[in-house]
């Protein structure tokens, strides 16, 4: 055995003469395993009591964080809903407001393309802020990272994201609204 292998054994435990393996060292409390018991037991043991695979000081539990804002951290995915509902109900207050003077089957048809236009509206409205939210935190990010300025300039630029397209449905249903109105 060479001398770097002698230093990488583990020590032995210093007995005193006469002692045997299987005995504890004197001066240490002897430490006897639970009686084992068929019988279930009447409550399960915590797993923070103190046993020795579960130690119960403070160092080893462990902590609740935030979470990390970042460009994934988004409103949510009832965001688009509650911005439909609010441009629905604008929508009808208009339709409430105009629905004396409807008289054919072209105003009525107006004002449903009026009432879709303006839900489609209010769902893009909170996609398209969310979006701009993203962006702007990638542009802070760009100033710390000059070559992400490509990345930031290439999303404005490029692509047909739900927002943008969501608005230009929104904008096409309600230029039928008011061609139906006037032709």
């Not at 407001?97 to 107006?110: N, Q």
């Amino acid at each position: 055995m060479s001398e770097r292998d002698a230093t990488r054994t583990t020590p032995e435990i210093a007995r005193p003469v006469g002692a045997t393996a299987a005995e504890p060292p004197a001066g240490e409390p002897e430490v006897s395993a639970p009686p084992v018991s068929d019988a279930p037991t009447a409550e399960p043991v915590a797993p923070d009591a103190g046993t020795a695979d579960f130690p119960s000081t403070p160092a080893a539990r462990t902590s609740v964080r935030a979470r990390p804002s970042g460009p994934l951290t988004r409103m949510g995915p009832w965001a688009p809903v509650a911005g439909a509902l609010v441009g629905v109900v604008l929508a009808v207050v208009a339709v409430v407001l105009r629905a004396g003077g409807a008289v054919g089957f072209r105003e009525g048809l107006s004002l449903v393309f009026l009432v879709v236009g303006m839900g489609l509206l209010g769902a893009a409205g909170t996609l398209l802020a969310d979006e701009v939210r993203m962006v702007r935190w990638r542009a802070r990010e760009a100033a710390l990272r000059p070559a992400a300025w490509t990345d930031t300039t290439a999303s404005l630029l490029n692509g047909l994201t739900p927002a943008r397209l969501l608005l230009l449905v929104a904008g096409f249903v309600l230029f039928l609204a008011a061609f139906v109105a006037v032709g």
